[in-house]
């Protein structure tokens, strides 16, 4: 267990399809003061309704405002930062500074996805990721990593067609993927707070399968065979603009299918054993 006690947690995100898992993980807990921080103006909606019936203090602010930022931020302890897809660097930058001003001890941005190999040249897609990371390792705050692969929910973005039994390969099928539930993913960013490895550190979670494993799984809870799509070609069509050319999110797919590296998981220093892709598609039709 960590040797450091946080009492307060503020979740900027806390609505979305992760942060809510993360702020529902940290109620159930019992020991923390949950705030979801949101963008003003209010506009109270169904997932916030149910984390205020459950304890936690919705607040609003203007996430362009440092100083409307520090004042609902202030007393925070822990702020994890579940900010959507976009300009990760520009859609954070502010919570940093606001946090650090405001005395936050320990700031958790929005990884939640694969992990790449130090140095090697970003993703356009995550070159704000980067970025933050370096504003954020100077700026004397804690923070944490935390990697967590592809969501079960969300395979069929990353080629995974459950729909009409199509799986797109953007790379051999003996690649790998990590993958995981969002309700884990929660869990594990909640229990992070009492691992003392998380402190400036990177927390890995997660199964690692390739795609074939996978591929094989989805077809064994579907009970059909599915038909598979090679297109490896995606990178070099993008990158030389050679017609069609591949949208940017099919470009991002490859690069992550490509270049994702897969250190050992974390998965042994928690409390609580994962839901595994068979459980989970075994719950969910498929």
């Not at 990371?133 to 804690?142: C, I, N």
């Not at 692969?149 to 009409?164: H, M, Q, R, S, T």
């Not at 993913?185 to 795609?211: C, D, H, Q, W």
Request: no cysteine.
């Amino acid at each position: 267990m960590s040797d450091k006690q946080f009492h307060t947690v503020t979740i900027a995100g806390a609505t979305g399809n992760l942060g809510f898992h993360i702020a529902n993980a940290l109620l159930n807990e019992g020991s923390y003061n949950v705030t979801a921080l949101r963008r003003k103006p209010e506009n109270i909606n169904e997932k916030a309704k149910l984390l205020a019936s459950k304890g936690a203090k919705i607040v609003y602010a203007d996430f362009n405002d440092k100083n409307d930022l520090i004042n609902v931020i202030k007393g925070t302890d822990v702020f994890i930062s579940v900010v959507g897809h976009g300009d990760y660097y520009n859609n954070q930058i502010m919570l940093v500074n606001a946090s650090k001003e405001a005395g936050v001890k320990r700031f958790i941005p929005s990884e939640f996805g694969s992990e790449f190999a130090q140095g090697m040249e970003p993703h356009p897609i995550l070159a704000g990721k980067y970025k933050l990371r370096e504003v954020l390792e100077k700026s004397g705050l804690e923070y944490t990593y935390i990697f967590n692969g592809v969501f079960y929910e969300f395979l069929e973005v990353f080629g995974f067609d459950a729909k009409n039994k199509k799986a797109t390969f953007y790379t051999d099928g003996n690649a790998k993927l990590r993958i995981i539930s969002l309700a884990d993913a929660g869990r594990y960013t909640a229990e992070s707070l009492k691992i003392p490895e998380a402190r400036n550190g990177i927390i890995r979670v997660g199964f690692t399968l390739t795609l074939n494993e996978l591929l094989q799984k989805l077809e064994e809870a579907s009970g059909s065979k599915w038909e598979v799509v090679e297109d490896k070609d995606v990178q070099r069509r993008f990158k030389e603009k050679i017609d069609p050319v591949p949208p940017l999110i099919d470009d991002f797919k490859a690069f992550i299918s490509n270049n994702a590296v897969y250190h050992d998981t974390d998965n042994d220093k928690f409390s609580f054993t994962p839901l595994s892709i068979t459980e989970f598609l075994n719950s969910n039709a498929v």
